[in-house]
């Protein structure tokens, strides 16, 4: 069953390998997923330990629902300390890694040490073997994946490996599997090149027994009737995910030239539908494709139509990508987008980071931070698209002074830039921003200021303020599993009631990732979509462990402060602007000059902004200063951390 | 109890409150519902003004493609300068 599924610690300086069971009592405490990879990163790393360096532990997972007959099982995960921001390194990732790794008999690995030269692990059945990796090194992130299926004589094999970018260091660099999926943010991938650790590979055929299969295939049509008849599922089945940057970009809520504007005008070119034609023209009307037991299907296929990598085939892009490459550094070029969304995949480096990176240099180019010395001869203007690809080459390979020093990330970037380049750079605890403007959305603004694994909006948005909801449907969504009876407001440019609605998102969005569920199935994009009173049936359906809903919004309450803990270890404080909940001071001083005429003119308010954050910290169980008070850690069963369960 | 059979979840209850045909007008102080004729490509807020291209991701399914950028900057501009004034007076908002 489920619940069988090992835990693995593999250390790559010595070469030894030890698999145990996970006990009952941790599942019931952290589940499974991001929630255990936090418990086990916050006991298994060295406080002030080097990122970069042999003592940093990776750990790899899927959650307590992957491969069962769940739907939509499919999300890896993988954690550590960050390069990038010192802080808490998360990334999550769609695709077949997790399902495979859990039929070969795993559910989490934690990795620590350093290879003496290039290896990749080969999890098959129960059994690991550390093999040698030196042929695979350079090798482009499909390449890679390729070449293991090869050597091992399997097609079926699943990998998750690093691309050049990983290998270089790249700070930002991510963990991929398949040709899109991304453990993108936080830096993953060079994490896993600071080990010299290439790919993880795993196939099984270990089977996984249900504890009551026919209820959980009875439930699931049900379950999955619900998703996939929600409009915004339905619009992602067909448009991929680039409609969720379309439809922000349309009122005013994207970033535009770093952060001058919050709108791109005369898009059209990269508007989803665009996108959709060009996938159409060259794969055929079935360009749609899903990961492992989703029926949403919002992963669009594509070949490059025109220009130096025309033919090339890649998938996506994802609004992310469409932030990246067209609003931020303010491009309209199809062509480049589908082109800068293609290197990245292939070199294995995260699209958010990359193309906010590369805005900030060009507003600082515009300003004469940076000059032609800095980027030798590189035009690095806005809307210059050549010099946008080029930067992304010379990030990932390190080329140049200023692709050197952009490879480390924004924050020691600045350092090394000097001048005032530091106010100009968009970031949260040393992570660039989405490409999301939240200057008119108060509830936004908290959630990348307030998110762990630094500005991100997976980790606590509540995307459903946007949607103008009655007071009477927020209210029965945010008062449930715990009871709410204070101000709610469908007003998303209002400050009332914001905290509770990011405190619901970010229990919620962990139990998903305890889970191992995509976010697409939950109360992210859509109201109307599976929350914490319909995952308790699911999971015992397919793995006999039984929950309310609000033990496992416990659960969640408990991963989330397990994260806090680490970064308040790692040296988080609250108003810190390289370490804290803190934002830029352009959210509060420079007013929004595009948009829907409510979206025009607006800034985040300090004084209301700052008492969001007492209110955040007060439903979390925190103190003025953002750390836990002691109640707070009794009442979730932490006041023993670090406790070595496992 | 996960295994006991019970009434339906907020997400089973709110299912009936989708709405299909329509669109909501983008403009956060406004967020009317609009009804495209079906096939149109464009339709207009008839409460703030605002104008928006239309797509359809099936039939009898529109979804708000982008603003009609002329009419919607110009709206903005509008605003913008309304605002900037009413803060010169008032101090800032």
Redesign the interface.
Known sequence: MALNRKIAYIDLSTGKIEIKPIPINVRKKFLGGRGLDAYLLYNHTKKGCDPLGPENTIMVSGGVLTATLASATARTHVMAKSPLGGLLGSANMGGFFAPELAWAGFHHLVIKGKAEKPVYLWIHNGKIEIRDARHLWGKTTTETQWAIREELGDEDIKSLVIGPAGENLVRFANVMTGIKNSGGRTGMGAVMGSKNLKAIAARGTMDIKIAHPKEALEYNKHFIEQITSAKVNQTQGTLGTPFIWGATNSWGGVRCRNFQYNQELYCDDIEPEAIDEVCAETMGPYHMAGCFGCQVHCRAKYKIPTGPYAGAYDEGPEYTSQGAFCGEPDCRSIETLLTGNHLVDQWGMDNLETGSIISWAMELYELGILTDKETDGLELRFSNDEALLEMVKRICFREGWLGNVLAEGGVIASEKIGKNSFDYLIQVKGVSNLHSDERATPALALNVATASRGSDHLRSRPAIDLYHLPEGVLRKIYSNPVPYEGLLSSEHTEYVGKPWQVFWQENCYMAVDCLGICKYHTVFLGATLPNFEDWPKVLYYNTGLEFTPRELWDVAERCNMIERLFNLREGLKREDLKKGDMLNHRYFDEPTRRGAPDVVGRVIDREKFKKMIDEFYEYKGLDKDGIPKPETLKRLGLESEPSHLV | ???EKEGL???????K??T?GQV?C??????GRLQPERGANKVKCPV?G?E?RV?W??DG?P?????V?EV??R??????AK??KE?KKDG?K
Do not use: D
């Not at chain 2, 983008?26 to 967020?31: A, D, F, G, I, L």
């Not at chain 2, 709206?75 to 913008?80: D, H």
């Open positions: 109890m996960g295994n979840s907020t997400a089973e209850v709110l299912r409150t989708r299909y909501r983008h403009n956060p102080s406004c967020m703030c605002s928006f797509a991701v099936k399914f979804r708000i493609r982008g603003p950028w919607n900057q709206l903005a501009e509008e605003a913008l605002k900037m803060e800032p």
